[in-house]
């Protein structure tokens, strides 16, 4: 067994450092690098309009940290009197730290449904939000707190950018090593990883083992063909390593 992970540097490499140190075989294959995203420098303005009680919302580590590393490059801070709320866990501890203030983030389900279903996001008519984001992304947070009443707004912070990769190449190394796992972590990743695979070597790739962090990136990939999916309930490294390990050792999912 080898393991693909396909998500965005430094946490491929991460992972598969973990994996390999467990006995488990697993290559890195970033598809996309972040940088700084183009709207960086409304961020201070935006803040600046959020008042006493309004809200501003992180969907990932990486809307948190190019944020931060902005504000702290311009002599600037994080508001004090704002509610700050992260869509999973990983991204709640990073708010709370860059932001040293308190954090809500969904206890279950770490997606747009869960953070919607948060009390806190239940009566926010007249409100302002702000939503610190990459380039694009699902737009359900956006529409449904509009839909509330809220006066929402995006900042992207930081921005998702293709690798440019030769899929034939790439497939053919692949199956040389062995692959017959994937982590993917985002609806968008699969996706472009679908496109990148040539003809010859769609079969290989829709029978392998397919890792994803939540329901609705499960049902994508049967969509696309794929038939072994678990789905491990968070895109961090934390579970990604206890399932995958656990399915090292034992050869079974309890999914």
Not at 16 to 36: M, N, R, T, Y
Request: glycine share 6%; proline share 5%.
């Amino acid at each position: 067994m080898t393991v693909l992970i396909t998500r965005p540097a430094p946490d491929c490499h991460q992972l598969v450092q973990q994996l390999d140190a467990a006995g488990i075989s697993a290559i890195a294959q970033p598809l996309l690098e972040i940088k700084p995203g183009q709207q960086l420098e409304q961020l201070i303005s935006q803040l600046q309009q959020l008042k006493k009680d309004d809200f501003l919302i992180a969907v990932s580590v990486n809307a948190v940290n190019l944020a931060h590393n902005y504000l702290m490059s311009v002599g600037a801070s994080w508001p004090k009197n704002v509610h700050y709320i992260a869509v999973g866990h990983k991204t709640a501890e990073m708010l709370k730290s860059r932001t040293e203030q308190p954090v809500r983030s969904p206890t279950e389900r770490c997606d747009s449904e869960g953070l919607l279903a948060l009390p806190e996001l239940s009566d926010v008519n007249g409100k302002r939000i702000l939503i610190l984001r990459g380039n694009g992304g699902r737009e359900l947070i956006y529409h449904t707190l509009q839909q509330r009443g809220a006066n929402v707004s995006y900042c992207a912070t930081y921005q998702r950018c293709w690798i440019p990769l030769d899929g034939q190449a790439l497939c053919q190394q692949w199956q040389q090593r062995h692959v017959s796992k994937m982590v993917i972590t985002s609806g968008e990743q699969l996706s472009h990883l679908a496109q990148l695979v040539p003809d010859n070597a769609k079969a290989w790739f829709y029978q392998c083992h397919l890792f994803v962090p939540s329901q609705r990136i499960a049902n994508q990939a049967k969509k696309l063909g794929f038939t072994t999916i678990s789905t491990v309930g968070s895109a961090a490294n934390g579970p990604l390593f206890t399932t995958l390990r656990k399915i090292g050792t034992m050869g079974k999912s309890d999914d």
